[in-house]
Every structure is written in C-alpha cells, then in structure tokens.
C-alpha cells in the first residue's frame, strides 16, 4: 500500500511539475480547471505562493446558472461546497476525528478569500475493544467547512503538504416547507 501511495505522489508530482503548477515555494493543485469560468483562472494571480511544506489547492467550480453577480458568473443559493481537511492514517475499527479548523483569510488589497487548514496533532477516536486484525489505512477528518458556491472566483485552500483535501456539492431542494 505504501509503495502505490510513494508511486501515485511521484507520478502527481511529475504531472503537476510538467503542467507547470509547481513552485519553489510550496505545490499548487487545480482541479475542475478544464471545466473554470475565463474569471476563475484569471482570479487566481493574487492569490499567495503556497510556503515550503504547503500545498496550495485551488477548485474552479464549473459555471452553473445561478444568480448573476457584478462580473458574470453565478452565485447560487441552493448549492454549496463541502471541504474536509485531513490525512490518511493507519487506524482501527474505532471512528477517528483529528483536531484542527479552516482560518479565513483575505488577500490584501484584492478582498479575496481563501481558507488556511490550522491541523493539531491530536487524533480522537472512540473507545471500542477492536481485534488487532482491523487496521486499516483510512482518511481521517480533521478540519472542514461549507463554503458558497460562486463560478466566478476558484475555492483557494492552503494545507500542509502531509494532509489530503477532499470537497463535494451540495444542492438544497427548490421548495421550502412550512412547519405549523
């Protein structure tokens, strides 16, 4: 399992270097960028050089009709966007959360947000008696958030380059119900 995981990292490392996304700083993963607004990829300029030891992911969310906003792309309302920070630990039968949380923070000058995943060290896990034959390699949470879901700017996240990102959609129902 180790050795898979050392290829795959040597084998994205090499995509992202040949593609151009790597810098000296730190490494920037895109995603989504074949399906970005001309907006989103043209947003991403003022946005900090990830640091050494950081990874920089940025998420161009494909365009979807929305509500228009000031420049053209869509904000909705009925979606948003799920990120979890976290990292891949060998584990037992037990549920595993890890302590840590996403900071907001703004690029000067520009008004663009971006998050930063703070990850403590602490791992916290139920008490179950689980035979020695369970552990497992598995994601482990430790930081996560909804965030609005907006075609126009990229999702920028920093995280140390140890941790994983994962996101998903979601979408509301259009009716509202009415509790009497």
């Given at each position: 399992?180790?050795?898979?995981?050392?290829?795959?990292?040597?084998?994205?490392?090499?995509?992202?270097?040949?593609s151009?996304?790597?810098?000296?700083?730190?490494?920037?993963?895109?995603?989504?960028?074949?399906?970005?607004?001309?907006?989103?990829?043209?947003?991403?300029?003022?946005?900090?050089?990830?640091?050494?030891?950081?990874?920089?992911?940025v998420?161009?969310?494909?365009?979807?009709?929305?509500?228009?906003?000031?420049n053209g792309p869509?904000?909705?309302?009925?979606?948003?966007?799920?990120?979890?920070?976290?990292?891949?630990m060998?584990?037992?039968?037990?549920?595993?959360?890890?302590?840590g949380?996403l900071?907001?923070?703004?690029?000067?000058?520009?008004?663009?947000?971006?998050l930063?995943?703070?990850?403590?060290?602490?791992?916290?896990?139920?008490?179950?008696?689980?035979?020695?034959?369970?552990?497992?390699?598995?994601?482990?949470?430790?930081?996560?958030?909804?965030?609005?879901?907006?075609?126009?700017?990229?999702l920028?996240?920093y995280?140390?380059?140890?941790?994983?990102?994962r996101?998903?959609?979601?979408t509301?129902?259009?009716d509202?119900?009415?509790?009497?």
């Amino acid at each position: 399992m180790t050795n898979q995981k050392s290829r795959l990292a040597t084998a994205v490392a090499l995509l992202m270097v040949s593609s151009g996304v790597a810098f000296a700083q730190g490494l920037t993963v895109e995603l989504n960028r074949d399906q970005a607004t001309a907006s989103s990829i043209d947003n991403l300029a003022p946005y900090p050089a990830p640091q050494d030891g950081w990874t920089r992911y940025v998420i161009h969310l494909p365009y979807h009709l929305g509500e228009p906003v000031t420049n053209g792309p869509m904000f909705d309302p009925a979606r948003s966007v799920e990120l979890l920070v976290g990292k891949v630990m060998e584990v037992d039968c037990n549920t595993h959360r890890g302590s840590g949380e996403l900071v907001s923070e703004t690029v000067q000058g520009w008004g663009y947000s971006y998050l930063r995943a703070e990850l403590g060290q602490d791992v916290m896990s139920t008490l179950m008696g689980c035979p020695d034959a369970s552990k497992k390699e598995a994601f482990v949470a430790f930081a996560g958030t909804k965030t609005d879901y907006n075609s126009a700017l990229p999702l920028v996240i920093y995280a140390p380059d140890d941790a994983v990102l994962r996101y998903r959609f979601w979408t509301a129902d259009a009716d509202y119900f009415e509790a009497r």
